[in-house]
């Protein structure tokens, strides 16, 4: 793990124990990383609850619940499955916060609708709170594009996370982040 992903994922611990907030990942294409790199951080037992690698559509639907119809209409790599996965951790898990990846890594497997690089998130709370965003980051190797997508998913978590320790008021989901990897500056 690099170390802007553990410092990530250390940060977002420690909120998360301050404020009592618990976590799950559905994943796909990282196949367990975010899981992984909260676990990595010592006392993240308080935190981490579980996490779902749905790698198969069949496993989508069959542990969180994505309708197959989403599937065959918007298929595995898109919003609405991103979306339907993070509500499906947040059921199936009765956590706080829950974060969802799905995409395409490579080298293989991209169209021109969706090409390689191509990864859709979700996040979403208890409280209601939900975001989505769409990377490209290109054809860059499976490998970056998995470590890329861990410390995206992180940010998402702590942005909920933040927002809940604020203890803002139920919002309405936010609007969709489109998003380019390209020329994206380090916050």
Known sequence: MNSDTADAAI????????RKLTIATAESC?????????????GSSAVVDRGFVTYSN????????????????YGAVSRQ?????????????????AVAITGIAGPGGGSVDKPVGLVHFAAASRDGTSMH????????????????????????????AEAHAAGAPRKPAKQAKQAS????KKP
């Open 181 to 184: 990897a390209k020329g994206q």
């Open 81 to 97: 499955t991103a979306e339907a996965m993070a509500r499906g951790a947040l059921t199936k898990a009765k956590v706080d916060l």
């Open 133 to 160: 965003a769409a990377m490209r980051y290109g054809d860059i190797g499976r490998t970056d594009v998995r470590h890329k997508s861990v410390l995206q998913a992180l940010r998402m978590l702590m942005e909920l």
């Open 58 to 73: 069949n496993a989508k639907q069959q542990m969180l619940g994505v309708p197959a119809a989403t599937l065959k209409q």
């Open 11 to 18: 940060a977002l611990i420690q909120l998360c124990i301050e």
């Open 30 to 42: 990282t196949g367990g990383l975010v899981a992984g790199a909260l676990t990595d951080v010592p």
